[in-house]
């Protein structure tokens, strides 16, 4: 019996998370696979109820599960600067190194019926079709941090810090993604300043070996923002760092419009994976039936393709959600005149409705 952990978070993690678990519902039905679905609090929800962000025991229960599909976490009512106070953010720090969720993969595809909801021009952005994947247990975000006291100044440091194996294996997934797609790979560095970089060049390049139908190219970041806005086409696989890609990953998925429609997919080596919407908590939007919750259901269907290997089920998904775009219904971020307003709710009714599942 799979097992899925429900992580809901804040804002409108719930109703968005709701309705990836119907349609994980429908295709369990259909296809008699018997998945079942545990909740447990993260984020603010459980620092309200006890007091921390994320709990021993709900990373226990997602190492006894299949998969685990999150919301989104955070609120202004959490937000503080006080360092000992939790902060929501930290169930999703925890949820990736306890659970060694190393690689994060973020598509980011141009759905052609929302063109128009792109800032960039139609001319430049048609066609775009990229996968950001982004390291995930490293970098600044766990090196050593903290505040000391310097010739009678205060001073704050955060270390940006990469092992060779830690390098090696998240561009060793980029490649073999590469391999499977365009067979083009940019890897993004700041190898002219930081020592960091330079053995993450350093690593790419020798992995690199090992696949010679794969065209490598290496951009520094700064460049690499600016070419993601220039000329978007250009890119196939990104892979970078976590720093990196989490700057990279909010500017390319803005590139198709809304953040709205992005899934993402944090995966650990084997076929386990947590499975997220790009987009935040978003709390001014929550309980108003108001969000998209296209980047959940996406999501739903990146976990049936990488931790139950249903790649036609997950297609099933992806061909549903674009029909009803293609059929012109939208929910407000998307929403343009002469298309149909829908809510949250009906969003997901008619994805269910349109999935066909012979
Ligand atoms: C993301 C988010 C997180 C990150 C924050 C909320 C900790 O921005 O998943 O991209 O920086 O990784
Ligand atoms: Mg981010």
Redesign the pocket.
């Known amino acids: 019996m799979p097992k899925i952990v429900v992580l809901p978070g804040d804002g409108v993690g719930p109703e968005v998370t709701d309705c990836a678990v119907a349609v994980l519902t429908r295709i369990s039905q259909e296809r008699d696979l018997d998945f079942t679905f545990q909740y447990d609090l993260v984020g603010g929800a459980a620092i309200d109820r006890y007091g921390v962000p994320l709990r021993e025991e709900t990373l226990d229960l997602c190492r006894c599960s299949d998969a685990v599909l999150l919301g989104a976490?955070?609120g202004p009512q959490w937000d503080s600067t006080d360092p000992t106070a939790p902060h929501p953010?930290e169930a999703?720090?925890g949820l990736r190194k306890g659970l060694g969720l190393f690689a994060n993969l973020r598509p980011v595809r141009l759905f052609p019926d929302l063109i128009a909801a792109s800032p960039l021009k139609k001319e430049v952005v048609e066609g775009t079709d990229i996968v950001v994947v982004r390291e995930l247990t490293g970098d600044v975000?766990f090196g050593e941090k903290g505040r000391e006291k310097k010739n009678s100044s205060e001073v704050a440091f955060d270390t940006m810090i990469y092992s060779r194996e830690e390098v090696e294996r998240i561009v060793r997934v980029a490649f073999d993604i590469a391999r499977k797609r365009n067979k083009r790979l940019t890897s993004v560095d700041k190898a002219n300043i930081l020592e960091s970089s330079r053995l993450w060049r350093e690593v790419t390049n020798a992995v690199a070996q090992e696949y010679p139908q794969v065209k490598l190219v290496h951009l520094y970041v700064d460049n690499a923002a600016m070419q993601l806005v220039l000329n978007p086409r250009q890119f196939d696989v990104v892979v970078t760092s976590n720093l990196f890609g989490?700057i990279l990953?909010?500017e390319a998925a803005i590139l198709t419009g809304s953040i709205g429609m992005l899934p993402s997919a944090s995966l650990g080596g084997k076929m386990f994976g947590l499975y997220e919407p790009?987009h935040?908590s978003a709390p001014d939007l929550a309980g108003k039936d108001v969000a998209n919750p296209m980047a959940a259901i996406l999501s739903a269907a990146l976990m049936l393709r990488f931790s139950f290997d249903l790649d036609h089920e997950a297609r099933v998904i992806e061909q549903a959600v674009e029909k009803i775009i293609e059929k012109g219904y939208r929910t407000q971020d998307i929403y343009t005149p002469g298309t149909t307003l829908v809510g949250t709710r009906e969003t997901c009714s008619l994805v269910i409705e349109n999935m066909n599942l012979p």
């Open positions: 976490v955070g953010e999703l720090l975000y989490d990953s909010d790009v935040g």
